[in-house]
């Protein structure tokens, strides 16, 4: 970000603030009201791993991931925004086979707000239940959001959804028809059970462009669709809800198995903040030297051992950073 400040003449004005495990060590609370009052008074907020396994038991009452339920609660940010393009220099990194590779850029459109990870819990002795529920409104402002990306796309979208069996799926395959039919009658939509897309998303990826889908199952899909770009650590998201200000952080999760050993890839967060600067700063020209610079020092063989060629040499996670910093100089 000092990088594109210096390099177009802008001033970005910056303040780190405590979430997830970090905080819960430092105040008890995983999502502190100082870091709540600070995003609330930011353009935008870029997010780093929340968790551990030094707070990983699933049965405290305190766990990291409550910071960051608070958060995309807190500002509203119900659209989390997750693409894959393939890089031509990574397609050895992927496990797909590199011909089912060819022409894949997808964008993955998770509902982040509601569904079974917000819906009430109980849990007893004998048994436990976790509530899935979606209301008409939150169906509709997110497929207004892909219908309104599929637009500038291909004009095709896709919905994943499990109305076989569950009775919030067929409510959400009903409400998005009609708000399609009502609002986007030029768009192509598409309707897919998950297990299909699951299938289809790793034999056929090139034949996806925008995909749609709730919480869940936007949770694991896009994790699976990780591994076509060859790993975690090169993907970015931006959660985005009404007004400009948004979310933006990698998809991967802390890896505390290699915390401290500079073999982190940096990739997914530095074009996390391309999505920021094109997002909720309007800056596409500095979004696009980001994504540019990204490319071409990965084309120049520089590597992260996530997405390293065989006996090539494994660049730190500094030299990946410091790399594409001097490419956008």
């Known amino acids: 970000m000092q990088q ?9 004005e910056f303040s780190e603030q405590l979430i997830g495990g970090a905080a819960i060590d430092k105040t008890g609370n995983p999502f502190p009201a100082a870091t709540e009052s600070s995003c609330r008074e930011s353009d935008a907020i870029l997010l780093g791993a929340v968790g551990g396994p030094k707070w990983s038991d699933p049965n405290a009452s305190i766990r990291p991931e409550q910071g960051l339920l608070a958060l995309r609660a807190a500002l509203e940010v119900f659209a989390n925004l997750r693409p894959v393009e393939i890089i031509d220099a990574l397609a050895d990194a992927s496990p797909i086979k590199a011909d089912r590779l060819q022409g894949v850029d997808l964008m993955v459109i998770r509902e982040l707000t509601g569904g079974i990870y917000f819906g009430e819990k109980k849990r007893d002795e004998e048994s436990a239940s976790d509530l899935c ?38 409510f959400w395959r009903d409400v998005t028809v009609k708000t399609m039919n009502a609002e986007f009658p030029e768009i192509e939509l598409e309707h897919l059970l998950v297990d299909a897309a699951a299938m289809h998303l790793i034999n056929t990826p090139a034949a996806f462009d925008v995909v749609v889908t709730e919480n869940m199952f936007g949770d694991i899909l896009t994790d699976e669709v990780s591994m076509l770009a060859g790993s975690l650590g090169m993907l970015p998201s931006a959660s985005l809800g009404i007004s400009s200000r948004g979310l933006y952080e990698p998809i991967h999760g802390s890896a505390p198995d290699i915390a401290g050993k500079g073999l982190a890839n940096p990739c997914g967060m530095i074009a996390s903040t391309a999505l920021l600067l094109r997002h909720s700063l309007g800056l596409d020209a500095e979004a696009r030297a980001i994504e540019d610079a990204i490319r071409s020092v990965i084309a120049m063989g520089v590597r992260t051992a996530d997405i390293a060629a065989e006996g090539s040499r494994i660049a730190s996670t500094t030299d990946m950073t410091d790399a594409i910093i001097q490419q956008l100089r």
């Open 4 to 12: 594109i400040a210096d390099s177009y003449g802008h001033h970005f």
């Open 133 to 170: 529920i979606y209301h008409k409104y939150e169906v509709e402002r997110i497929i207004r959001v892909a219908a309104k990306l599929a637009q500038k796309r291909s004009g095709k979208l896709c919905s994943v959804d499990k109305a076989n069996v569950l009775e919030s799926s067929r």
